[in-house]
């Protein structure tokens, strides 16, 4: 298009600028501006847009699709003030939010996974007793020849004893002795099934003295097993083995930090990594007979997401580590992307823990709580608190961004729409001003950015 024989020109500042040594006024100016707005409103209202743009200008306009328009930005994860905000969705699973504090450290420590802690009994090796399915022997003394069990030429016996038949506890709990009957066996000590066969006695032999033992111990065993031992079932001894006594007497293979150690004891199951038997001598409990004990391997792992220099599956490669510590595997917060302000930790509590925290519990259902730990790193001190938090297997490491990082995503969002409706509007305005050039004019076309609202009269 051209005025008086020279080429136009399209700027930036105003939409249309006049051509030197023309007569034009600014009205003409303004008219092709509005001109222009018209093609770009004409153009975007086939995208739907024609009523936002009518009404509202670049800063409304930016601040609209921000608010409205953030739940559509990509993210690798909840935005930081959503996870504070706790479960507003009443179809999804409620949590508790915690932040980690000193006491916080002080009650995980108390009810972490041990054996001192699962069995309050702190005795030394128990007295063996009898029970079902046991053989036992009994030898009765008397103190001379021609009593009750002793005849009266025992001169010939090498001593004034006479030992029975090895028996059966039976079902019942008793063993047979000659002249006392059913003498109760079962959940009784040797020591005092002997007094009770010489209480029944006394009376009809001479000054009789009894011992019982162990023939076959059965009823009062050990079990270990496992796919890193040598399976075994032993007798209990009197004099008391620990956990890892047991273990060695199985022969474990390769113990390393995957090896976990589960000790089931009436009913009642606990699980420890088996260096907590190593380095924390409180774990290596007295085994009781009856116990059983299970050692498998599994390696401890945990995931981590969002603002994190490595996100994944990571191995603890180490049977204990501590937040600080996973948080550094996983590549630690990236500085152009991550807020060591917001660093979450996604795990199950017991109602128990959650309850000495002070957290209502009431609108939880089961024993197992979801819970979110929340650190700020931002802090000098949250390093420390990070430190002495241990982390456990399956555990959840989240990173949330930078509120900066998601007003770029917006803003590069924001840039990606407004090019997109550009592009057309110059296509537009090229193919108009080359088929004015054709037409016999010359034009000049200068790529300036297209505004969003006409230029203002004079």
């Not at 273990?247 to 009642?268: D, S, Y």
């Not at 979801?370 to 399956?394: C, H, T, W």
Request: aromatic share 8%.
């Amino acid at each position: 298009m051209t005025v008086g024989g020279r080429p136009t020109v399209w700027h930036q500042s105003n939409g249309f600028q006049k051509p030197p040594g023309t007569q034009r006024t600014a009205s003409c100016s303004a008219g092709r501006a509005g001109f222009r707005w018209t093609v770009v409103r004409r153009l975007l209202g086939r995208l739907g847009a024609t009523v936002i743009i009518r009404r509202l200008r670049v800063p409304s306009l930016g601040l609209l699709a921000f608010l409205a328009g953030c739940s559509t930005i990509p993210m690798a994860g909840p935005a930081s003030h959503d996870v504070r905000a706790g479960q507003e969705d009443p179809v999804s699973l409620p949590y508790a939010l915690v932040r980690l504090t000193p006491k916080v450290l002080h009650v995980l420590a108390a009810n972490a996974p041990s054996f001192s802690a699962a069995f309050k009994d702190r005795r030394g090796p128990t007295e063996l007793r009898f029970g079902v399915g046991d053989i036992v022997t009994v030898t009765i003394f008397e103190a001379a020849a021609g009593g009750l069990f002793i005849p009266a030429e025992a001169g010939v016996r090498p001593g004034n004893f006479i030992t029975l038949p090895p028996q059966e506890v039976d079902s019942r709990g008793n063993i047979s002795v000659p002249y006392a009957g059913p003498v109760r066996a079962a959940g009784h000590t040797p020591t005092q099934v002997q007094d009770a066969i010489v209480e029944i006695l006394k009376k009809r032999a001479i000054e009789p003295q009894v011992v019982v033992s162990f023939t076959d111990q059965r009823a009062s065993s050990i079990s270990v097993l496992g796919d890193v031992v040598g399976g075994i079932r032993y007798p209990a001894t009197a004099s008391g083995e620990r956990v890892l006594d047991a273990i060695t007497r199985a022969g474990l293979h390769a113990p390393g930090f995957e090896t976990w150690v589960m000790l089931e004891r009436n009913g009642k199951r606990e699980i420890v990594p088996f260096g907590a038997l190593v380095y924390e001598p409180a774990n290596n409990v007295y085994v009781r007979p009856h116990d059983t004990i299970f050692l498998y391997k599994e390696p401890q792992t945990f995931l981590a997401f969002g603002a994190s220099g490595r996100q994944g599956q990571i191995p603890f490669e180490a049977w204990r580590i501590s937040l600080a510590e996973a948080a550094a595997k996983a590549g630690g917060v990236v500085d152009t992307q991550g807020d060591p302000a917001s660093i979450f930790l996604y795990r199950g509590e017991t109602r128990q823990v959650l309850q000495q925290l002070g957290i209502d519990c009431s609108k939880f259902l089961g024993p197992v709580i979801p819970v979110i730990y929340e650190i700020n790193l931002r802090d000098p001190a949250g390093y420390f608190l990070a430190s002495q938090f241990e982390m456990r297997n399956k555990d959840v490491i989240y990173i949330a961004n930078a509120q900066s990082v998601d007003v770029s995503k917006f803003l590069n969002y924001l840039r990606l729409i407004i090019a997109t409706a550009n592009d057309p509007v110059n296509s537009y305005l090229t193919v108009v001003t080359l088929k004015n050039a054709m037409n016999g004019g010359a034009a000049a076309i200068v790529n300036a950015p297209l505004p969003l609202a006409p230029a203002a009269g004079p």
